[in-house]
């Protein structure tokens, strides 16, 4: 028996919460944006009356002020989006107990075997009910994919909106998503898209029919796994409500409010990055064994390199193979914004001990991370910048938009 997969999104979500909250902005063009003033000016959200002036999410706040001259540019308020997701996946949760975030805004909900309950064609009843609550109760409307796997179902969302139920089935799916851009199936990137597109790939549907070896052998294992999604064989579970998958890589980005001109600029950023993702890798219990390093020119150029290291969660380390990649690849252009990551992550138990130090390197390690540990406990106690680097007193405006500690969740899960 197939299963019954829903993948629920909730419409232009920030715009719509503030309209919610203040009825009398749903008639006038309507964006969630950054803040100008620290360079995160970019739209994060619009609601419908802004989409038909071609206002986009991801674009600067400058460029959507030229397409809609009055739009209506609102602060996001996080605690209020998170309020009203945490009471949509109370709807959801009254339906299965199998509910996945995708994101702040989307759920996929595994309604497999209520037929008996709902009837014929239960997996659209259900989305249907759920569309209808959610507007009622929250002040939102949600688009709905019903399907028999996790990527039909998230592409059904995606197919008509807003405020409408999308039903793909092993009978449909190839006349409905086969003459897609093969950039709208989910996990294929821009990057992967622009390899696919010199390959003659256009499609969905052109991906699907290719050779799947081929795509492996170009792509790797990403480009069978597209292939196989293209082609409908998912058989991911959805995760029971409160399970997660394990953390693949932790890491902490920022564009600066003024440019990075020189490496001294560098160096300061990415030692308060740095510190952060040393600080979750600890909370989190793992270590990295490799270091990734990205940087945005002003001309909004973008670089991404990456190196192994022996397994840490020291942010001397990670600073250190981050200056080395840093190093490597700038250019010497002016950057705006700068990243690391962790990746390639063991638990804290699986370390490799050096065969030549006689244990002295490896108890000198622990040493340090007991250390840093100490150090996440008064930042904890006593505020993010109670215990810092010198070097971080130089930094000034460059790192007042950097989190000192831990990180905010980006607004946008995913977006196309």
């Known amino acids: 028996m197939d299963r019954v997969i829903l993948h629920v999104d ?27 003033e620290a360079r995160h000016g970019i739209i994060l959200a619009k609601n419908q009356v802004a989409k038909a002036y071609g206002v986009q999410t991801g674009e600067s706040i400058a460029e959507a002020r030229r397409k809609c001259p009055r739009i209506v540019l609102l602060p996001p308020h996080m605690d209020r989006y998170q309020q009203i997701s945490d009471k949509a996946r109370a709807i959801y949760a009254q339906y299965t107990d199998r509910v996945e975030s995708f994101g702040i805004d989307e759920c996929w909900l595994d309604v497999t075997g209520n037929g008996r309950l709902w009837g014929e064609n239960y997996g659209e009843v259900i989305a249907h009910e759920i569309r209808c609550r959610i507007k009622a109760e929250l002040g939102v409307t949600v688009s709905v994919g019903v399907s028999f796997n996790k990527i039909f179902a998230k592409m059904g969302s995606d197919y008509k909106k807003p405020d409408a139920v999308t039903l793909i089935t092993r009978e449909n799916f190839r006349e409905l998503l086969w003459p897609l851009p093969v950039g709208d199936l989910i996990f294929v990137g821009r990057s992967t898209a622009q390899k696919l597109w010199y390959m003659q790939i256009r499609t969905v549907g052109d991906l699907a029919r290719a050779e799947p070896d081929l795509l492996e052998r170009t792509l790797g294992k990403s480009g069978l796994m597209a292939w196989n999604f293209a082609n409908g064989m998912d058989g991911s579970p959805v995760l029971h409500d409160g399970q997660e998958y394990p953390i693949k890589s932790i890491g902490n980005s920022t564009t600066t409010p003024v440019d990075m001109v020189t490496r001294r600029d560098a160096e300061i950023v990415l030692a308060q990055l740095c510190q952060s993702v040393a600080t979750r890798l600890r909370e989190a219990d793992l270590r990295c064994t490799t270091v990734k390093l990205s940087l945005r020119t002003t001309d909004l150029s973008w670089k991404q390199r990456q190196k192994g290291t022996a397994a840490t969660c020291l942010e001397n380390d990670l600073w250190r193979e981050a200056m080395t990649l840093y190093d490597t690849c700038h250019d010497g252009k002016p950057l705006r914004s700068i990243g690391v990551a962790a990746c390639n992550l063991t638990p804290n138990g699986e370390r490799q001990l050096c065969m030549f130090d006689g244990q002295g390197e490896t108890c000198r390690h622990a040493a340090l991370e007991s250390l840093g540990s100490v150090l996440d406990s008064l930042r904890e106690r006593f505020g993010a910048r109670a215990v810092r680097r010198g070097l971080l007193l130089e930094g000034g405006i460059l790192i007042d938009g950097v989190p000192p500690q831990g990180s905010m969740p980006h607004p946008v899960a995913w977006r196309k």
């Open 10 to 36: 909730m419409n232009n979500f920030f715009a719509s919460v503030e309209c919610a909250d203040r009825p009398e902005l749903w008639s006038q063009p309507v964006a969630v944006a950054g803040d100008v």
